[in-house]
């Protein structure tokens, strides 16, 4: 099956840091990634769709300066919280899909927990 | 964002129990999705519907594709504790896996031995 990997598992940092989070599919090719945000006890929310070698498009009301994407491979999309505050601790998802088949679906990755001290 | 109104948002039942949650929304999808959530993980795929009014199966879990594509249900058999997590349905309205999904708020499931 789909495999889709997330590097850190969790990471704790200072206020006013910038964090970069990996997302790698390991065993296809990703056109497309995903990264959503998700509270506790909540459902995951879209924060933007990410396209190999184009710019992410953004969810609205999701700062594209605070919260960089880039997806530079087709097996490797990265999101980095930038000046990261105590209020972007959340738990953050990426998804990746391996082709255009509608009979195709996203394969979610393990998650990341990021804590902002 | 959007959302899917999803139902019941908790349940707590017997090991052995049957188990039904469903979701529905005022737009037409063309694919629905069902996942499961543990805590501190992602969340995998359990079932995923193509066509109004199909009814796949996945062990002890069924879910059915509407008829009106707006609504989808998720039915588990003979609960034991390893259900235990939380279920999400999610909508696609596009024709290819690109599209967004709209994830519906999630059924927590306990299941008391």
């Known amino acids: 099956g789909a495999v889709v990997s997330q590097h850190p598992s969790w990471v704790i940092c200072k206020s006013g840091t910038s964090v970069k989070i990996e997302c790698r599919s390991l065993d296809f090719q990703a056109t497309t990634m995903f990264w959503y945000r998700q509270f506790p006890k909540q459902s995951l929310m879209l924060m933007a769709t990410s396209n190999e070698g184009s710019k992410a498009t953004y969810e609205q009301g999701v700062e594209k300066d605070k919260f960089l994407i880039n997806h530079a491979s087709l097996t490797l999309s990265t999101l980095t919280v930038t000046s990261a505050h105590p209020e972007d601790s959340s738990f953050y998802i990426c998804?990746?899909?391996?082709?255009?088949?509608?009979?195709?679906?996203?394969?979610f990755g393990p998650g990341t927990r990021l804590t902002v001290l | 964002g959007q959302q899917l109104n999803q139902s019941p948002q908790s349940m707590f039942i017997q090991e052995g129990e049957d188990v039904s949650m469903n979701c529905t929304s005022s737009s037409i999808f063309n694919t629905w999705l069902w996942y499961k959530q543990d805590p501190g993980e992602g969340p995998v795929l359990l079932i995923a519907l193509y066509k109004a009014g199909e009814l796949t199966s996945n062990g002890r879990l069924t879910a059915q594709f509407g008829i009106t594509r707006k609504d989808s249900f998720l039915n588990i058999s003979a609960s034991i504790p390893s259900d235990v997590g939380i279920y999400f349905c999610a909508g696609r309205a596009g024709g290819t896996s690109y599209g967004k999904l709209t994830f519906g708020q999630g059924t927590i499931l306990t299941v008391h031995p």
């Open positions: 998804s990746a899909s391996g082709s255009a088949s509608r009979t195709d679906t996203q394969y």
